[in-house]
T-cell receptor, first 114, second 112 residues
Framework: QKEVEQNSGPLSVPEGAIASLNCTYS??????FFWYRQYSGKSPELIMSIYSNGDKEDGRFTAQLNKASQYVSLLIRDSQPSDSATYLC??????????????FGQGTILTVHP | KAGVTQTPRYLIKTRGQQVTLSCSPI?????VSWYQQTPGQGLQFLFEYFSETQRNKGNFPGRFSGRQFSNSRSEMNVSTLELGDSALYLCASSETVNYGYTFGSGTRLTVV
């Protein structure tokens, strides 16, 4: 089992719709979770962090965490073509390691079409 | 606040050569991590430095090494380059891993 897995893509949604991105992790000891957005040819950009069970909202983005199910998701409301990118779920200390390591899922490519 | 600065942005090297990449973290960030990103393997952790000490290392051969200076600037070195080392190398800095990492723009290395 991979340490961090994301729902397979690519994901295509129409403009204005809700895009739902999912991530599961294997290490029950993980305490913080991050969503990065990476545009083609660019580096990853941190867009959301979540530490507690429940929802965290920031503008059009909502991160949801369920530690019992080892599941974290990212919802993008009112999706825009500018949201088209690869979204990466990153988990520190996943797999029982420590110090400075983020383990990333393989990424989900999101395309928002007009 | 200035972001994470990586130099150079692009590099073309020949097999067997060595290369050194540089990273200046965000001011005040003492943790610096390096990642390799390829289309096939995604983002893979190389190593992390904190206060000039390597605290964690990923599953890469010994040809990959790094160091951190007293001002938190970091370098990574790859010796005896192989074609498979062609990748985007990303540096990221943080106050602590639990706050997330900010990535630099990366160095795209091409080995021919």
């Amino acid at each position: 089992q991979k340490e961090v897995e994301q729902n397979s893509g690519p994901l295509s949604v129409p403009e204005g719709a809700i895009a739902s991105l999912n991530c599961t992790y294997s290490d029950r000891g993980s305490q913080s979770f991050f969503w990065y957005r990476q545009y083609s040819g660019k580096s990853p950009e941190l867009i959301m962090s979540i530490y507690s069970n429940g929802d965290k909202e920031d503008g059009r983005f909502t991160a949801q965490l369920n530690k019992a199910s080892q599941y974290v998701s990212l919802l993008i409301r009112d999706s825009q073509p500018s949201d088209s990118a690869t979204y990466l779920c990153g988990v520190p200390n996943a797999g029982g390691t420590s110090y400075g390591k983020l383990t990333f899922g393989q990424g989900t490519i999101l395309t928002v079409h007009p | 606040k200035a972001g994470v600065t990586q130099t150079p942005r692009y590099l073309i090297k020949t097999r067997g050569q060595q290369v050194t990449l540089s990273c200046s973290p965000i001011s005040g960030h003492r943790s610096v991590s390096w990642y390799q990103q390829t289309p096939g393997q995604g983002l893979q952790f190389l190593f992390e430095y904190f206060s000039e000490t390597q605290r964690n290392k990923g599953n890469f051969p010994g040809r990959f090494s790094g160091r951190q200076f007293s001002n938190s600037r970091s370098e990574m070195n790859v010796s005896t380059l192989e074609l498979g080392d062609s990748a985007l190398y990303l540096c990221a800095s943080s106050e602590t891993v639990n706050y997330g990492y900010t990535f630099g723009s990366g160095t795209r290395l091409t080995v021919v």
